[in-house]
């Protein structure tokens, strides 16, 4: 009776989550409450404290009120030492306050990585500012902040910064010199499905963790990201042309080209260890191959726009369309195959097909331009082409958006 079951099931499934801060994975009942440290009806007050292991897991050393148990499928519990009703809810591992919709509605990880200057950063920031404003629209979709602490890290550190302030980011540090800690920026993504009626917005919890490429360098290293990588729901790979030996030389002159030496990677090798990493870990294979949906994105296109044939779909914005296009989305794919080929990057194609079930090559870039110096970006601004695709891929391969077409 699959009907009756899915007609019967409690908002709360009983199905384990993954702390969209942490990624660490636990049963709902055991998310903990944080006490709000208002004065109860009974007249007691609790006093506000740093949280020695919010402390040590994320390094906040906000004065809090107390963590403690209760029902972790309820919204609410009463704090046992002033009986004032809370709301607030943490995850039981990092103590993260979590997000108001959390365990109600779907909380998908997605992991960016990619070699070191390979563009991860800079593609996050304006991916997201491009999902808040343009597409958003498109795909009659809204993106915010899930957390004080993503609004203001977003807008100041990322958003700001290399829109306003024209700057590159710096070097994303490597979580190794961070206790393994990785600081994720989560959003609340919330889409109107389109249909004869105009149905409520389906909300859905997104968590961007973006990588230090110092970290994949080798395997001990990529290991410290094993937690965040196993446990992600999708992939955004990021595999920079610049840092493929056949098409380094055929990037328009005066690209800034990514550094050469032990700290940077080709992005064959940056490949090669995720993979294996992913391979080790029983639960993502399915027949073998891993299952979790890889978005190979071939960042900095506008390096090699002078290299692109007449009609390709590269040189063109992507249709317009509320939904994922399927059609348009296997001709980017298809054109990126032959790109490949021509830039040594055959290897690449192997060892998807080889070791991957759910895949897609994209081609974006997220500048749009080559930036003046190692710190700015080009005096025409920014100007980013089809950098959505992958990411709207993935929600379509997710369910989190509907999908034009078959493929
Ligand atoms: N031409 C061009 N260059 C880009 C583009 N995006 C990034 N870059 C260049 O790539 C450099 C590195 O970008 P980041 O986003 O910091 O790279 P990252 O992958 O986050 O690097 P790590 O944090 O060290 O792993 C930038 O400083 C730019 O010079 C793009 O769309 N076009
Ligand atoms: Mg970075
Ligand atoms: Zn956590
Ligand atoms: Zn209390």
């Known amino acids: 009776m699959p009907l009756l079951r899915k007609l019967t099931r409690t908002p709360l499934a009983p199905k384990p989550l993954t702390c969209p801060y942490c990624y660490e994975r636990f049963p709902i009942r055991d998310i903990l409450f944080r006490c709000n440290t208002r004065m109860s009806r009974t007249g007691r007050r609790c006093v506000a404290k740093t949280d020695g292991i919010l402390e040590e897991r994320t390094g906040n050393r906000r004065e809090l ?3 403690f148990s209760a029902d972790g499928r309820k919204t609410t519990a009463v704090c046992p030492d002033c009986a004032s009703e809370t709301r607030y809810r943490v995850c039981p591992v990092c103590h993260s306050q979590l997000p108001t919709q959390f365990g109600l509605v779907d909380n998908l990880l997605i992991a960016m990585v990619g070699s070191k200057d ?11 500012h491009e999902v808040m404003n343009r597409i958003g629209a498109r795909l009659d979709a809204s993106l915010l902040a899930a957390d004080e602490h993503t609004l203001s ?5 990322y958003e700001e910064s290399l829109y306003a302030e024209r700057r590159l980011p710096t070097t994303t540090t490597s979580a190794g010199t961070r ?13 109107r499905r389109n249909g004869p009626i105009r149905q409520a917005p389906v909300h859905t919890l997104l968590s961007f963790f973006d990588a230090a490429g110092e970290d994949l360098v080798s395997q001990e290293s990529v290991d410290l990201n094993t937690r965040y990588l196993a446990n992600a729901d999708g992939v955004l790979l990021l595999l920079d042309p610049l840092q493929m030996p056949g098409a380094r030389q055929s990037a328009a002159p005066d690209t800034r080209l990514p550094g050469v030496g032990a700290r940077y990677d080709t992005s064959v090798g940056v490949l090669t260890r995720i993979t294996d990493m992913l391979l080790s870990q029983p639960g993502l ?9 890889v978005a190979v994105v071939f960042p900095k296109l506008d390096a090699f726009r002078h290299r692109l044939r007449r009609g390709s779909p590269l040189t063109v914005e992507p ?7 399927v059609a348009d989305s296997l001709d980017v794919h298809t054109e990126m195959m032959g790109l490949l080929r021509d830039w040594d990057g055959v ?37 980013p082409y089809r950098v959505a695709d992958p990411f709207v891929w993935l929600l379509s391969e997710l369910g989190a958006v509907g999908r034009e077409g078959r493929g």
Request: proline share 7%; no cysteine; aromatic share 10%.
């Open 65 to 67: 009120g107390p963590v």
């Open 118 to 128: 390979s563009g991860k950063t800079v593609y996050m920031t304006v991916l997201l």
């Open 153 to 157: 890290r977003f807008r100041l550190n």
């Open 179 to 191: 206790d393994g800690r990785v600081d994720p920026l989560v959003f609340r993504f919330s889409v």
């Open 285 to 293: 294979l399915n027949r073998g191959l891993i299952d979790v949906p």
């Open 319 to 325: 249709p317009a369309g509320p939904r994922f296009d």
């Open 347 to 383: 290897q690449i194609d192997q060892v998807m097909a080889n070791n991957y079930r759910r895949y897609r090559y994209f081609g974006v870039s997220a500048l749009g331009a080559n930036p003046t110096s190692d710190a700015e970006v080009a005096q025409t601004g920014i100007q």
